[in-house]
C-alpha cells in the first residue's frame, strides 16, 4: 500500500496565535498513521514558532515560496538556506505565484534547483487555466512546465520530489475536475518523467492533486491510478475539515488493504 502524502497550504492567513491554535486543534484531532504523512505549510512568519509547538510524529513542515539565491542584497527575500532547519518541503510553482506574482518557468526552474541544492523537497505545482484548457494546450501547457522546472535535475532528484497537479480552472468548489480528467494529465505527468528521466524515477515520484479538494471527493480521487495525495489549499484552514480529509484517506486505505 502506497503512502499518501497530505499538504496543507495555509496560505496568506493566520496571524501567530491563530496559527498556534490550529495546529493544537488539529493535533488533537489527527492521529499518527504509518502510511499518511501529513504536511503543514503556514505562513513564512509562523514557520518559527511552529516548528517548536509541533508533534514530528504527525506532522511535518513546508515552506510556501523562498527566494532562489542562497544569499545577497535581495531586502526583503527569505533563501531556501535560511529554511533548511525548518522545514522539509517547500511549495514551488503555485498557481498564485505564477499568475499573480508573475513567477516565469524560468524562475520556478530556479527555484526547484535552490531547494534541492539546500536538501528541501520541491513540491513542484503544475496546470493549466480554464483557457488554456478550453484551447487544448493542457499538455503543452504541461510540458513546457515540466521541461523547465526538472531541467537542472538528476533522475535520482527527480525521483524523490513531489509535484502537484493543480488545473487552475478547478481551485474553489464551484468548478470541481473530474476523475479522468485527472487522470489524464496525472497520466502525462508520470509519462513526461518516464520518458525523460527513466522508469526508476517515475516509480518513486509522487503526485499529489490539488483543486477543490473536500473530504467527500477524497476516495474518488485517491482511486485515480498514480495520485499518491492531496495539495489542500482553503479546507486545510478548518481543523475540523482537514482532520476529516485525512481520516478519509485513512479509511480509503483500509478499504483497500480488505479487498
Given at each position: 500500500?502506497?503512502?499518501?502524502?497530505?499538504?496543507?497550504?495555509?496560505?496568506?492567513?493566520?496571524?501567530?496565535?491563530?496559527?498556534?491554535?490550529?495546529?493544537?486543534?488539529?493535533?488533537?484531532?489527527?492521529?499518527?498513521?504509518?502510511?499518511?504523512?501529513?504536511?503543514?505549510?503556514?505562513?513564512?512568519?509562523?514557520?518559527?514558532?511552529?516548528?517548536?509547538?509541533?508533534?514530528?510524529?504527525?506532522?511535518?513542515?513546508?515552506?510556501?515560496?523562498?527566494?532562489?539565491?542562497?544569499e545577497?542584497?535581495?531586502?526583503?527575500?527569505?533563501?531556501?538556506?535560511?529554511?533548511?532547519?525548518?522545514?522539509?518541503?517547500?511549495?514551488?510553482?503555485?498557481?498564485?505565484?505564477?499568475?499573480?506574482?508573475?513567477?516565469?518557468?524560468?524562475?520556478?526552474?530556479?527555484?526547484?534547483?535552490?531547494?534541492?541544492?539546500?536538501?528541501?523537497?520541491?513540491?513542484?505545482?503544475?496546470?493549466?487555466?480554464?483557457?488554456e484548457?478550453?484551447?487544448?494546450?493542457?499538455?503543452?501547457?504541461?510540458?513546457?512546465?515540466?521541461?523547465?522546472?526538472?531541467?537542472?535535475?538528476?533522475?535520482?532528484?527527480?525521483?524523490?520530489?513531489?509535484?502537484?497537479?493543480?488545473?487552475?480552472?478547478?481551485?474553489?468548489?464551484?468548478?470541481?475536475?473530474?476523475?479522468?480528467?485527472?487522470?489524464?494529465?496525472?497520466?502525462?505527468?508520470?509519462?513526461?518523467?518516464?520518458?525523460?528521466?527513466?522508469?526508476?524515477?517515475?516509480?518513486?515520484?509522487?503526485?499529489?492533486?490539488?483543486?477543490?479538494?473536500?473530504?467527500?471527493?477524497?476516495?474518488?480521487?485517491?482511486?485515480?491510478?498514480?495520485?499518491?495525495?492531496?495539495?489542500?489549499?482553503h479546507?486545510?484552514?478548518?481543523?475540523?475539515?482537514?482532520?476529516?480529509?485525512?481520516?478519509?484517506?485513512?479509511?480509503?486505505?483500509?478499504?483497500?488493504?480488505?479487498?
Amino acid at each position: 500500500m502506497r503512502r499518501i502524502l497530505i499538504v496543507g497550504n495555509w496560505k496568506m492567513y493566520l496571524n501567530a496565535s491563530q496559527a498556534s491554535l490550529l495546529l493544537h486543534r488539529l493535533q488533537e484531532r489527527i492521529m499518527i498513521h504509518r502510511d499518511i504523512e501529513v504536511v503543514l505549510a503556514p505562513s513564512m512568519l509562523t514557520l518559527q514558532p511552529l516548528s517548536i509547538q509541533i508533534d514530528r510524529r504527525k506532522f511535518r513542515l513546508a515552506a510556501q515560496n523562498a527566494y532562489f539565491h542562497d544569499e545577497g542584497a535581495f531586502t526583503g527575500e527569505i533563501s531556501f538556506t535560511m529554511l533548511r532547519e525548518l522545514v522539509h518541503y517547500v511549495i514551488i510553482g503555485h498557481s498564485e505565484r505564477r499568475h499573480i506574482f508573475h513567477e516565469d518557468l524560468d524562475m520556478i526552474r530556479d527555484k526547484v534547483a535552490a531547494a534541492v541544492r539546500n536538501d528541501i523537497m520541491p513540491i513542484l505545482c503544475v496546470g493549466e487555466t480554464k483557457h488554456e484548457r478550453e484551447e487544448g494546450e493542457t499538455k503543452q501547457v504541461l510540458h513546457d512546465q515540466l521541461m523547465t522546472g526538472l531541467s537542472n535535475l538528476t533522475a535520482g532528484e527527480v525521483g524523490t520530489m513531489v509535484i502537484s497537479y493543480e488545473p487552475v480552472w478547478a481551485i474553489g468548489e464551484e468548478n470541481i475536475a473530474k476523475p479522468d480528467l485527472i487522470q489524464n494529465s496525472v497520466d502525462y505527468i508520470r509519462a513526461y518523467v518516464r520518458d525523460v528521466f527513466g522508469p526508476k524515477a517515475t516509480k518513486n515520484l509522487r503526485v499529489l492533486y490539488g483543486g477543490g479538494v473536500m473530504p467527500e471527493s477524497i476516495h474518488g480521487y485517491l482511486d485515480v491510478n498514480g495520485v499518491d495525495g492531496f495539495l489542500v489549499g482553503h479546507e486545510s484552514l478548518n481543523y475540523y475539515q482537514f482532520a476529516s480529509i485525512v481520516n478519509e484517506a485513512r479509511r480509503w486505505q483500509r478499504n483497500k488493504e480488505e479487498q
